[in-house]
T-cell receptor, first 116, second 115 residues
Framework: DTGVSQNPRHKITKRGQNVTFRCDPISEHNRLYWYRQTLGQGPEFLTYFQNEAQLEKSRLLSDRFSAERPKGSFSTLEIQRTEQGDSAMYLC??????????????FGDGTRLSIL | AQSVTQLGSHVSVSEGALVLLRCNYSSSVPPYLFWYVQYPNQGLQLLLKYTSAATLVKGINGFEAEFKKSETSFHLTKPSAHMSDAAEYFCAVNAGGTSYGKLTFGQGTILTVHP
């Protein structure tokens, strides 16, 4: 168990640029989640995959955001035409695939995005 | 719909004192409840979880929480605070059913421990 890995840890970019983050979940975990955390707030759910299928998207995920998990392993989150309000910590989590939803999510250390 | 309210954005205790972090939840179905801890510039680490097996849940680092359905609460406690407990703590709810997988978090409580 090597844990959830996120890259890069920090990203600084100019407003209007596109950015892409990567998340590598724990290898046997079928579920993968993306959250966004702004300063002083708790994480907010963005989207969720089971294997390669994206099963739920939050209203927070505007048209500028897209997430993929093409082979059911790693996932990418892309933000197009970044805005100041996109500055946040983007957290990835994964969990095992079990019938019940009580399996805890394991979180990565996040990617901190700063928009200049 | 589900929600979590953490009472007190900041809690300060002396080393060795009781830690009490408050969490109230709202859920239309029997909830699964979690406490996570976050250290600066890191992700979230699971402290403990409630999954209906027992109302008093013991977690790591000496923390425990009690599920009280009548009060819709899931407060986190530790008998004796340690300096290393200083961090931000988040309560989260997973309502299960069609919303399984998604966690709804409270706004967090920053715990400060004084020598």
């Amino acid at each position: 168990d090597t844990g959830v890995s996120q890259n890069p840890r920090h990203k600084i970019t100019k407003r209007g640029q596109n950015v892409t983050f990567r998340c590598d979940p724990i290898s046997e975990h079928n579920r993968l989640y993306w959250y966004r955390q702004t300063l002083g707030q708790g994480p907010e759910f963005l989207t969720y995959f089971q294997n390669e299928a994206q099963l739920e998207k939050s209203r927070l995920l505007s048209d500028r955001f897209s997430a993929e998990r093409p082979k059911g392993s790693f996932s990418t989150l892309e933000i197009q035409r970044t805005e100041q309000g996109d500055s946040a910590m983007y957290l990835c989590a994964s969990s095992p695939d079990r019938p019940n939803s009580n399996q805890p999510q394991h979180f990565g250390d996040g990617t901190r995005l700063s928009i200049l | 719909a589900q929600s979590v309210t953490q009472l007190g954005s900041h809690v300060s205790v002396s080393e060795g004192a009781l830690v009490l972090l408050r969490c109230n939840y709202s859920s239309s179905v029997p909830p699964y409840l979690f406490w996570y801890v976050q250290y600066p510039n890191q992700g979230l680490q699971l402290l403990l979880k409630y999954t209906s097996a027992a109302t008093l849940v013991k977690g790591i680092n000496g923390f425990e929480a009690e599920f009280k359905k009548s009060e819709t609460s899931f407060h986190l406690t530790k008998p004796s605070a340690h300096m290393s407990d200083a961090a931000e703590y988040f309560c989260a709810v997973n309502a299960g059913g069609t919303s399984y997988g998604k966690l709804t978090f409270g706004q967090g409580t920053i715990l400060t421990v004084h020598p």
